[in-house]
């Protein structure tokens, strides 16, 4: 009986031990859990997004920042992965926030109609652009406002992904076009925007103490990272970037920390964040030429409030 349950063992062992090397031999071959979209799906796919891009006016673009395509494909880079932690009171720590706040920052400038706003904005005369874009703001803001109070009420988690079928934007996609306009205007230094942008972030520090009060934990999370429009890099891109007294002393500190960063053109081949990219069968393709922006690579709480204070002074 003994040796019958040792060959059993044997033979267990030995299966287990095939399964697992015919498993790695296969992930050896293809180290992707999943099957990536083909060489030839992605080409098309973006092919056709950057001649569509291509037909578009200035306005006609940046209105196209509210729609939510832009943002889900390619999408940001792929990273190690990060777990979220929560401090004593429930809420999420500074550090997590913070890799959270870079991930909403790329998946901003991974958007190819990001791109071509920025630079369809940066060739008109300024006082242009920024009306343009004023307008665009106000639009976005309350049209994500009535969409976040009605929410907030609520405590909905219905956060539709797509835009409505009479096409209107929907509140991710308004989020993620303020975003983009908060960037776009701090980049480009429309300082008469100002006032908008600090209109903006005082919503996000509201947001910020209301989402704090919500007691269901599922609900909270929701609306700390995907709802709020409280972000670090963001608000304080757009804060300094359009603020008229970036040459003050008090604000000296923030001049070398407000960096220019290199995007590949909107319309080239691949882009840094591009699935082929990303997959290592593309490289980026400068041979379009490189858009410039500029935004803060780090801000913690501490560093935004003490922005915040000085840009308050008199």
Known sequence: MKKAHIVIGVLIIATVAHIFVR?????????????PPSNVVIEEHLGKQINYLKTLSEIETVQHLSKMEYYLYPGGKIGKGTLFELDAE??????SLSVQHRGELEKILSSRV???????L???????????????????????LELYNGFFETQSLDFTKGELEDGKPVLHGLRNKLFALTLIAGSLEFTDIHERIKSIDAIAKRQEIEIRRI???HVKIHYSLGVSL?????LASG??????????????????????????????????YDVPVRHGVWTPTPDKGYINVRYFDKMTYEDLDKLRHILDSP
């Open 23 to 35: 498993y790695f031999h296969k992930m050896a071959q293809n180290p992707f859990v999943y099957d």
């Open 90 to 95: 429930g809420n999420y720590t500074a550090e």
């Open 114 to 120: 990001f791109r071509k706003s920025l630079q369809d």
């Open 122 to 144: 940066g060739k008109l005369p300024k006082k242009q652009a920024s009306g343009l874009l004023a307008n665009e703001l106000d639009t976005a803001l309350s049209g994500y």
């Open 215 to 217: 007691e269901d934990m």
């Open 230 to 234: 409280h972000n670090n890099l963001v």
């Open 239 to 272: 804060l300094y970037g359009t603020s008229p007294r970036k040459g003050s002393a008090e604000l000296r500190p923030f001049a070398n920390r407000f960096t220019d960063h290199k995007l590949v053109d909107f319309s080239a081949h691949a882009t840094e």
